[in-house]
């Protein structure tokens, strides 16, 4: 790097081919990537004689600043320690105190045993506490990014940020098994402002989001060697970037977004690896990377999926952590890859439900009711349906819940058959023809339309103008659905929007209305579950993917536009014939409020988790919430017996019930 940098200056004709683009060290086994773009300059005074300045060496450099007490600093790194993963002792053989009053430059050892030199930079400008490394012949201080082992596979580009907010392909990498290495900075340079209320929180994205800079895939090879980069970054990341959010990496998708599962429909790009159970479970679909991901590394706070018929439930279910498919329309899809503009939504996927709610009010903005600083007035009914029987460990579980959250509402359940109001209450003209009927083909004909006009044809077109008119790889999944929708009259769209609208309309009106007081919001809450605590192996060969008809308690979101969250509540244990052991699968539960009452989701969440009734899900496989429901092998295949007729029933969109879910 120095010797670009000099080059750089003596030629400035080819600075652009020459520019650098940062370096990667190693400091005490842990892997680090120097930022390429300059943070400031230390004053030569401020270096110790130890240090030669005329050495191509980078020396590790603490800086702390907001005046903190020289007498201070041992609390301090201890506290450093304790909360972020990049900073290390190792970093502090230099500390800069920034404007520390009282403060003598010194030599002294703390705690951990390292020698230090403490300067004091008494007229010190602005720069964020943290590790950085130092370039001692030039002076200059460059930010460092802690390089991590993307070993589950989510993700397909690692990024940084540049300062003119395009973003650029990380060029570092970390020893790995065919794997990225991702980079993700210092927790301490960032803090979090009414401003900036996602300051430092690392987040993945959907491959299907534009980022100005990124080529993106959309989970096909062809498209991501087509395309040029994206010019501009979707809105919907924006508003993020905006609030303070890291963007780290973007992250697998089935390809198109269309449901897929791993072995066999997973052609472009190897299905990332749940962490959950035995760790060879599928991470369901489309937003499949962003599942994975944030249940497997502790490192990344936040996923950006989308949801069109299940595609961040369905990885949120499986992978044991709260996710969210929004009520339709809160945010600009500009800049997004479609699947079906009718019901295509941005989400997220997350451990945390703190950053869940910060991070909805900051994509959504004014479109967002947050419940955050005020008493809120839960709904007063909870509706349970399709739970499984109280003689499964699900079944129970899930009960249980709805009892434990009907207790903190001071209100009562009740089990609710959509399939038998609609028959005695829906509307005249529609009430005798069953749901499964009316709707079985909306679904298939919404995505397969819009996204054959808006997507396969212009892609094709522009594929064939390159390649002397040859026709791109596509995936089994979106090629079958594809073949489908173009077998099929036009006039199956409209009729398809109708059914839709119908439905929502007689839903929101009559099932799960707004209600009159603003502090409530929802009349009701509606309790399902799509996430049952099944082994779905991605190493077992299944039936070719087909067209996803059919009606299921997760269309009721998708038809309604009404927002349907994912709580993660349990975890059963069962056993594995890959380990030899019992392993823990999580479970979960869905919930459904009036659509625009979004903010009632993560504030509920975060009034569960402090009364112990939610708890914050952990990273990998082993006791993700701290406790198992444990129960034999012969209750297990006892409990199977019972609940693969439950799921067959249920007629999930795209579920494939031999061990499978895709949705998407």
Same mark, same amino acid.
């Given at each position: 790097?120095?010797?670009?940098?000099?080059?750089?200056?003596?030629? &400035?004709?080819?600075?652009?081919?020459?520019? $650098?683009?940062?370096? /990667?060290?190693?400091?005490?086994?842990?892997? *680090?990537?120097?930022?390429?773009?300059?943070?400031?300059?230390? $004053?030569?005074?401020?270096?110790?004689?130890?240090?030669?300045?005329?050495?191509?060496?980078?020396?590790?450099?603490?800086?702390?600043?907001?005046?903190?007490?020289?007498?201070?600093?041992?609390?301090?790194?201890?506290?450093?320690?304790?909360?972020?993963?990049? +900073?290390?002792?190792?970093?502090?053989?230099?500390?800069?105190?920034?404007?520390?009053?009282?403060?003598?430059?010194?030599?002294?050892?703390?705690?951990?045993?390292?020698?230090?030199?403490?300067?004091?930079?008494?007229?010190?400008?602005?720069?964020?506490?943290?590790?950085?490394?130092?370039?001692?012949?030039?002076?200059?201080?460059?930010?460092?990014?802690?390089?991590?082992?993307?070993?589950?596979?989510?993700?397909?580009?690692?990024?940084?940020?540049?300062?003119?907010?395009?973003?650029?392909?990380?060029?570092?990498?970390?020893?790995?098994?065919? /794997?990225?290495?991702?980079?993700?900075?210092?927790? !301490?340079?960032?803090?979090?402002?009414?401003?900036?209320?996602?300051?430092?929180?690392?987040?993945?994205?959907?491959?299907?989001?534009?980022?100005? @800079?990124?080529?993106?895939?959309?989970?096909?090879?062809?498209?991501?060697?087509?395309?040029?980069?994206?010019?501009?970054?979707? &809105?919907?990341?924006?508003?993020?970037?905006?609030?303070?959010?890291?963007?780290?990496?973007?992250?697998?998708? /089935?390809?198109?977004?269309?449901?897929?599962?791993?072995?066999?429909?997973?052609?472009?790009?190897?299905?990332?690896?749940? $962490?959950?159970?035995?760790?060879?479970?599928?991470?369901?679909?489309?937003?499949?990377?962003?599942?994975?991901?944030?249940?497997?590394?502790? +490192?990344?706070?936040?996923?950006?999926?989308?949801?069109?018929? @299940?595609?961040?439930?369905?990885?949120?279910?499986?992978?044991?952590?709260?996710? =969210?498919?929004?009520?339709?329309?809160?945010?600009?899809?500009? =800049?997004?890859?479609?699947?079906?503009?009718?019901?295509?939504?941005?989400?997220?996927?997350?451990?945390?439900?703190? %950053?869940?709610?910060?991070?909805?009010?900051?994509?959504?903005?004014?479109? *967002?009711?947050?419940?955050?600083?005020?008493?809120?007035?839960?709904?007063?009914?909870?509706?349970?349906?399709?739970?499984?029987?109280?003689?499964?460990?699900?079944?129970?579980?899930?009960?249980?819940?709805?009892?434990?959250?009907?207790?903190?509402?001071?209100?009562?359940?009740?089990?609710?058959?959509?399939?038998?109001? +609609?028959?005695?209450?829906?509307?005249?003209?529609?009430?005798?023809?069953? !749901?499964?009927?009316? !709707?079985?083909?909306?679904?298939?004909?919404?995505?397969?339309?819009?996204?054959?006009?808006?997507?396969?044809?212009?892609?094709?077109?522009? *594929?064939?103008?390159?390649?002397?008119?040859?026709? $791109?790889?596509?995936?089994?999944?979106?090629?079958?659905?594809?073949?489908?929708?173009?077998?099929?009259?036009?006039?199956?769209? =409209?009729?398809? %929007?109708?059914?839709?609208?119908?439905?929502?309309? +007689?839903?929101?009106?009559?099932?799960?209305?707004?209600?009159?007081?603003?502090?409530?919001?929802?009349?009701?809450?509606?309790?399902?579950?799509?996430?049952?605590?099944?082994?779905?192996?991605?190493?077992?060969?299944?039936?070719?993917?087909?067209?996803?008809?059919?009606?299921?308690?997760?269309?009721?979101? #998708?038809?309604?536009?009404?927002?349907?969250?994912?709580?993660?509540?349990?975890?059963?244990?069962?056993?594995?014939? #890959?380990?030899?052991?019992?392993?823990?699968?999580?479970? /979960?539960?869905?919930?459904?409020?009036?659509?625009?009452?979004?903010?009632?989701?993560?504030? !509920?969440?975060?009034?569960?988790?402090?009364?112990?009734?939610?708890?914050?899900?952990?990273?990998?496989?082993?006791?993700?919430?701290?406790?198992?429901?444990?129960?034999?092998?012969?209750?297990?295949?006892?409990?199977?017996?019972?609940?693969? &007729?439950?799921?067959?029933?249920?007629?999930?969109?795209?579920?494939?019930?031999?061990?499978?879910?895709?949705?998407?």
């Amino acid at each position: 790097m120095q010797f670009l940098a000099l080059i750089t200056l003596a030629l &400035p004709a080819v600075a652009e081919l020459l520019r $650098p683009s940062g370096i /990667s060290v190693s400091l005490n086994g842990t892997n *680090y990537f120097l930022s390429p773009s300059l943070q400031q300059t230390l $004053p030569k005074s401020l270096i110790p004689a130890t240090i030669a300045t005329d050495s191509l060496v980078f020396v590790p450099v603490t800086i702390v600043g907001k005046k903190t007490a020289q007498k201070d600093l041992s609390k301090v790194f201890s506290s450093w320690a304790q909360k972020d993963d990049v +900073w290390q002792p190792a970093f502090s053989e230099l500390v800069v105190l920034l404007k520390s009053p009282g403060c003598k430059s010194t030599t002294t050892t703390f705690k951990d045993g390292i020698k230090s030199a403490v300067s004091c930079w008494n007229k010190a400008p602005e720069i964020p506490s943290g590790p950085y490394f130092l370039d001692p012949y030039r002076g200059s201080l460059h930010q460092v990014y802690r390089l991590y082992d993307d070993f589950s596979g989510s993700f397909l580009e690692s990024l940084i940020q540049s300062p003119d907010g395009t973003f650029q392909t990380l060029p570092a990498h970390a020893p790995g098994s065919s /794997s990225l290495s991702i980079g993700v900075p210092s927790r !301490l340079y960032f803090t979090r402002t009414k401003e900036k209320p996602l300051a430092g929180v690392r987040v993945g994205v959907k491959d299907l989001y534009d980022l100005k @800079g990124v080529k993106s895939s959309r989970g096909n090879r062809a498209w991501y060697n087509l395309y040029p980069a994206a010019n501009k970054t979707a &809105p919907a990341i924006q508003n993020l970037i905006d609030a303070g959010a890291v963007v780290v990496g973007t992250q697998k998708l /089935s390809q198109f977004a269309n449901g897929e599962n791993p072995t066999a429909d997973w052609v472009s790009y190897l299905a990332p690896f749940n $962490p959950r159970g035995d760790g060879y479970q599928g991470p369901s679909s489309s937003s499949s990377g962003a599942g994975a991901s944030i249940a497997t590394y502790p +490192w990344l706070d936040l996923a950006v999926g989308s949801d069109t018929g @299940g595609s961040i439930r369905g990885p949120a279910g499986v992978s044991g952590v709260f996710g =969210n498919r929004p009520t339709h329309g809160l945010v600009s899809l500009d =800049n997004v890859m479609p699947l079906s503009p009718k019901m295509d939504t941005a989400g997220f996927l997350t451990r945390d439900p703190e %950053i869940w709610a910060a991070a909805q009010a900051a994509m959504y903005k004014k479109n *967002y009711t947050t419940f955050s600083k005020e008493k809120v007035k839960f709904p007063r009914t909870i509706y349970t349906a399709g739970f499984p029987a109280n003689d499964t460990p699900e079944g129970a579980m899930l009960r249980q819940f709805a009892n434990d959250l009907a207790d903190f509402l001071a209100t009562n359940v009740t089990e609710y058959n959509i399939s038998q109001h +609609w028959a005695s209450a829906g509307p005249k003209s529609v009430r005798n023809t069953p !749901l499964t009927e009316l !709707l079985n083909v909306t679904y298939a004909a919404l995505i397969t339309k819009q996204q054959i006009a808006l997507v396969k044809e212009p892609f094709f077109r522009d *594929y064939a103008a390159t390649h002397d008119g040859r026709t $791109p790889y596509v995936d089994p999944a979106p090629s079958a659905r594809w073949a489908w929708g173009e077998s099929q009259p036009d006039a199956i769209l =409209n009729e398809a %929007i109708r059914n839709k609208t119908i439905f929502m309309d +007689w839903f929101n009106h009559d099932v799960l209305p707004k209600d009159k007081d603003s502090q409530r919001c929802s009349s009701s809450i509606l309790l399902y579950t799509q996430g049952p605590g099944i082994f779905s192996r991605r190493d077992v060969y299944l039936d070719p993917p087909s067209v996803p008809f059919g009606w299921s308690l997760s269309r009721i979101s #998708i038809f309604s536009e009404a927002p349907d969250s994912v709580y993660p509540i349990g975890e059963v244990s069962q056993f594995s014939d #890959i380990t030899g052991r019992n392993e823990s699968l999580p479970v /979960s539960v869905n919930l459904l409020v009036a659509r625009g009452c979004d903010g009632l989701v993560p504030r !509920l969440a975060q009034d569960l988790v402090g009364l112990g009734l939610l708890k914050i899900p952990k990273t990998g496989g082993i006791n993700m919430l701290n406790g198992v429901w444990e129960h034999s092998i012969s209750e297990t295949n006892t409990w199977c017996s019972r609940f693969i &007729p439950f799921l067959q029933k249920l007629d999930y969109e795209d579920l494939v019930f031999t061990t499978h879910i895709a949705l998407g």
